[in-house]
């Protein structure tokens, strides 16, 4: 399952000879239980190989160094942040060096005039945003992972999450990226500019390239000022398919809630488990609206979106800007995953569809739950039709595991026959490989073929995914 | 000045037949005045060579058709919309084949569920505006060239305007793209999704490419709910640096205005000379802010501009939230450009600098004007830091030419020595390739040409513009 050969211990003995030789102490790492723990991301089913070295990177000038000696010897490089990613982009191909930026933690500039943050690509999502607000100002991305994750993976994956569904994805955020190219040179591309058009946009290419472009050493990302107070409006629902209406009638309705998140019974079910909150008692499916428009204009899109609830058949429905309370139920929403993988690994899908097509989408999950004899659990970010159906199965049951197989290609193939995409926000990797086949017709993907031959002339940038 | 040699008579014989064979009737003019009205876009300056035809496609088929014959018989092609560029991103080569999209202005779809509109290259942009508003939905990029210019021009310019300090440019809102790719071949690129991140972004590549790694025959672009309506921030200052100082004040406040507009004492004499409305006598620079901030919000952000006018030292500064009062004010703005233009020939500039360096940015410009006896008016969208120094000429004065071009590559170096880009939103076309070789690292540079090289391997799509 991995591309390449493993490498003869001859070669293994110089390339990590040369490591040592060109890095300063206390980055190159060879003892076999770390190799192990950086083989992988958090992706369930993908598969991993094992690497010869982990790289764990402080400078520029140490990623420079890494990428010239896998150049040197045709060694597969394969770059990784937290390792929170969700579709194996991070795991390890056999005989690979693992070059982790998790150590390039340091917060260059952040700039109120220009609105723009600097940051090495081990700064984690939350951090960052933690520093932003010191200043008054807000970097929007929030993947379900910001706790952990780093803007570097961010960027490697164009990462989404709640907020994106007003305010857009990193790459909407990316201005300037520092690379290590495929020939080892240091570039800079993009701008800082409020705007820009000087030569083909190569760093809007680099995000969600996931490693096989470059290697990203320095992130520099537009802020915002910090999000306003938003208003909180909360929907039960008895079916999925009520809670997918309510969805498309407020993608109708024109008002751009700053999240809308869907939660289903299986979620709040395995929350109650676990905190024991009462969740699933009073409701088969939650919608979670908000809105941060500022004053009377907040208070109307509160009131569209409940009214849209009412209008599909929700069974309470109920609009706050109480802080307290809102938290309260948002709980459920970041409990929901974690709480999940209880009760077996799980599977996370993520694809996208037309907001016209979330109610047929979530009823063909439930059918594929229900050809397939597998639990598949609801959290979306509805409000811009991403759904990620979660499969979760026992461990060790591999009759079990080839059924969520089947339901998982099941679920690829609805989300593109619905005009959707069969990753949203989590990468391709290898667990989307066979979808992006699916998805793009072959010329266009020997136009991906051909920018990859071309900026990575000698392969060694994270061989095997995405293509 | 153009990068092939012209054609034999026998060859352009051959293709003119071969155009003839593979396009309906009524596409292929070979007319000299036609192709000499087709053969320049609107940029001052810029050499432009002989097409030996030009096509005037209606569908997909005959953009395909002449891409094929251009492959056969390696013929440069050059695209062009409205041909209202300003950086000879359109200008022809010798024995090209022009291909306009003028006459493909069909909307195919605009959905307001999804958010979207569907359209072929040729539709205008304030016609798409205009269709998009009788839905209740807004296409944002307004460039000047916004009654003439098509969508097709925008995308391969990566077009911005007065909205984009607030809104973004063509490419935030380019969703997919139908191209005609450097083999000839029908792709669709990017997706219909509000996220998506299956492969490379190549539709975002695509955007700001001019023509030279595809030719777009469809447009798929993001909308959104008609703009609420603004109040106007007016104000009059003594010196361009005063106006500087107050852009820089309002993007260190945090608002975000919908439009912020310098004019200068030239623009307002030249406006004055011809419609007489006597603005030059109050001012010697203009800044118009604007805000669509609903409500309290849209007053406050107002009340900000009205004060950060003042404290930069404005002679006189009024809100108004009174429609044709504030159009009033931004008729000034918009006829500052034909009014110079009967001075003589306007070489429009186009530096995009950070917030902060817009006050030394323009008083760099004033220095350029002087030490080179050049008239230099400036119109800028100021709150991006987005200048157009406007350079104007006597027609047939070499000597003044001579010293204007010297003013203008001054202004591209100090630019860049203020941390700029020598294009904000006009393109590189042939005007800023020099600017684009100082701007980008030799190594970056490489990496671009990589990408040309890689999706138009034979080299005929605009060949010599950007790289």
Known sequence: MTPSAPPTAQLTEIVLARLAEVLPPGRLVIDAQVLDSYSHDEAEWAPYGRPLAVVRARETSDVQAVVRVCLEHAVPLVTRGAGTGLSGGANAVDGCVILST???????EINSVERLAVVQPGVVNDDLRTAAAEHGLWYPPDPASAPWSTIGGNVATNAGGLCCVKYGVTRDYVLELEVINGLGEIVRLGRRTAKGVAGY???????????????????????????????TVAGYFSSIVDAGNAVEAIGASGVIPSALELIDKHCL??????????LSVDANVVLLGRTDAPGAAGEREAQVMLAAFEAAGATWAAASSDPEEAEALFAARRLAYPALERLGPVLTEDVCVPKAAVPEMLRRIEVAAVENDTLIANIAHAGDGNLHPLLITDVGDA?????AETAFRQIIADALDLGGTVTGEHGVGLLKRDGLYQELSTEALAMQRAVKQALDPHGILNPGKVL
Chains 1, 2 share one sequence.
């Open 102 to 108: 998790e150590k390039m933690t340091r917060i260059v």
């Open 201 to 231: 946009d190569m760093a809007g290419l680099i995000v969600g390239s996931e490693g096989t472009l470059g290697v990203v050493t320095e992130v520099t990302v537009r802020l915002r000022d910090l999000q306003p107070p938003q208003r």
């Open 269 to 278: 079910a395995a929350v109650d488990k676990w905190k024991n909150m009462g």
């Open 399 to 403: 009759a079990a595991r080839d059924r």
